[in-house]
Nanobody, 118 residues
Framework: HVQLVESGGGSVEAGGSLRLSCSAS????????MAWFRQAPGKERESVARLARGGTIFYAASVKGRFTISQDTSKNTLYLDMNSLDVSDTAVYYC?????????????WGQGTQVTVS
């Protein structure tokens, strides 16, 4: 059974930090593009950070320099370290996996974790 489970969300003051984790089971993470997306109320789901199968990393312009995506293949876990958080980062954050990194190719989704910055 292929599954992604996020954790680490919560409430934080502006300027603070959070670390999100995404634990994968039922498949090997390194064989897929792994990515973090977020969706704020009334907005479309958007890409935040992507880690392609070949190791290439992409960040959305709005988070570049503040967020870091990484993975621990021994634990089959994906991380998103978020620093200098801003109110505009408030959203539900999802991890996803797919053959390629664009939204339309993401076929496995976690349940999401809420991040609230005030």
């Amino acid at each position: 059974h292929v599954q992604l489970v996020e954790s680490g969300g919560g409430s934080v003051e502006a300027g603070g930090s959070l670390r999100l984790s995404c634990s994968a089971s039922g498949y090997t993470m390194r064989n897929y593009c792994m990515a973090w997306f977020r969706q704020a109320p009334g907005k479309e789901r958007e890409s935040v950070a992507r880690l392609a199968r070949g190791g290439t990393i992409f960040y959305a312009a709005s988070v570049k320099g503040r967020f870091t995506i990484s993975q621990d293949t021994s634990k089959n876990t994906l991380y998103l370290d978020m620093n200098s958080l801003d109110v505009s980062d408030t959203a539900v954050y999802y991890c996803g996996a797919g053959q390629y990194c664009s939204l339309s190719y993401i076929t496995i989704w976690g349940q999401g974790t809420q991040v609230t910055v005030s």
